[in-house]
C-alpha cells in the first residue's frame, strides 16, 4: 500500500508559477498511475491530470491545458505538477492520488484508491 505526501502550496499572484511535488513510500512507485486532482469549496474534486504507469503517458484537465505539466521521477518515487500562468479559479486544495490497478486507466477519476493530505493553492487576483 502506498502512502502519498503533497508539498509546494502557496500563495501566489494571478500570473505566477508553483510546482507541487508528491512523495511516494510503501510500494512499488512504477507500477502506479499517478493522478492530480484539486478541489474548491462548494465544488467537486476534480482531475486536472495523470500520468500513466509505464510509458509516462499524460492526460491534462481543457481547463489547465497548456498552462500544467505533470512530470514523475520513478527513481526518486516522486511526481510534479508544474503550474504556470495561475489564474484566481485555480485555487483549490490540490490532492496527489495513486491508481495501483494494472488494468485501469490512467485518465479515470475513479479508478485513483490511494491519496494524500492535500496542499493547498491559493492565487490572488
Known amino acids: 500500500q502506498v502512502q502519498l505526501v503533497e508539498s509546494g502550496g502557496g500563495l501566489v499572484q494571478a500570473g505566477g508559477s508553483l510546482r507541487l511535488s508528491c512523495a511516494a513510500s510503501?510500494?512499488?512507485?512504477?507500477?502506479?498511475?499517478m493522478g492530480w486532482f484539486r478541489q474548491a469549496p462548494g465544488k467537486e474534486r476534480e482531475l486536472v491530470a495523470a500520468?500513466?504507469?509505464?510509458?509516462?503517458?499524460?492526460y491534462y484537465a481543457d481547463s489547465v491545458k497548456g498552462r500544467f505539466t505533470m512530470s514523475r521521477d520513478n527513481a526518486k518515487n516522486t511526481v510534479y505538477l508544474q503550474m504556470n500562468s495561475l489564474k484566481p479559479e485555480d485555487t483549490a486544495v490540490y490532492y496527489c492520488?495513486?491508481?495501483?490497478?494494472?488494468?485501469?486507466?490512467?485518465?479515470?477519476?475513479?479508478?485513483?484508491?490511494?491519496w494524500g493530505q492535500g496542499t493547498q493553492v491559493t492565487v490572488s487576483s
Open positions: 500520468i500513466s504507469r509505464s510509458i509516462g503517458s499524460t
Open positions: 492520488a495513486a491508481d495501483g490497478d494494472y488494468y485501469s486507466d490512467y485518465r479515470n477519476k475513479n479508478g485513483y484508491d490511494y
Open positions: 510503501g510500494g512499488t512507485f512504477a507500477r502506479y498511475s
